[in-house]
């Protein structure tokens, strides 16, 4: 069954203990924490002293999503804060192979991130040591940006990738993913990255919201 993870990006910081307890009665399934250093995408978001904030009022698990030009330098410091999952961009590290081995040696999931305009050549070779590929549907840095249709297509391709390998790596999707994209990819992505298309700045609660997603992903699509 497919799992949601609400981006901590899109959350009001200044009532955030009131909004973890929410994003708790609504189920959610793991919270993603993306990291941004102004260089490798062009804007800022969390660190490591956010990180021990959502920590210590949540007990919910937590992935990172490391948008780093240098994401081998800070593994060691955000392994440490204890996520379930972190990823690195397949555009960044200069040994991707090692890095992804690195994170799994920690006992962390590891997450490979993809661009839309990145070949899918460059995460080919390395899903041995890849647990969740991560389809970025729009160019990342910011919230509210548009769909991009082509995800559909490339994620069709990293399955057929994944099946000639025979590997157990999953599919992520992040980006503008509305309850649209939920209900035609609910078969094929293990991970949904919630933002403003399709969870936060809703009339509905958090709960009432994620129950309304959820069954898009267990009820027949209609013909």
């Known amino acids: 069954m497919s799992k949601f993870c609400p981006s901590m990006m899109c959350v009001d910081f200044s009532k955030l203990a009131s909004e973890l307890k929410e994003l708790e009665k609504a189920n959610v399934d793991m919270l993603h924490i993306d990291v941004m250093d102004g260089h490798f995408v ?46 690195i961009h397949a555009e960044a590290p200069p040994h991707l192979h090692r890095t992804l081995g690195n994170i799994q040696a920690k006992g962390i999931k590891s997450g490979l991130a993809i661009n839309p305009g990145t070949p899918l050549s460059a995460i080919e070779d390395v899903l041995d040591v890849t647990d969740v ?6 160019n990342p840095g910011f919230a ?8 559909y297509n490339r994620i069709d391709r990293i399955i057929d990738m994944i099946e000639r390998q025979g590997t157990n790596t999953k599919i992520a999707i992040d980006g503008a993913i509305s309850p649209e994209v939920i209900e035609r990819l609910g078969e094929k992505v293990e991970y949904f990255i919630l933002g403003t298309a399709g969870l936060f700045g809703k009339e509905k609660s958090y709960q009432e919201t994620m129950q309304d997603l959820r069954r898009l992903t267990v009820e027949p699509v209609a013909a």
């Open 133 to 138: 590929i991560l389809v970025m549907s729009v």
């Open 144 to 151: 509210g940006q548009a769909f991009i249709p082509n995800a």
């Open 42 to 87: 062009p804007n800022f978001a969390l660190g490591p002293e956010d990180i021990k904030a959502i920590r210590e009022l949540t007990n919910i698990d937590y992935d990172v999503h490391l948008m780093l030009s240098n994401p081998d330098q800070f593994i060691d410091l955000f392994a440490a804060l204890g996520p379930k999952l972190m990823y």
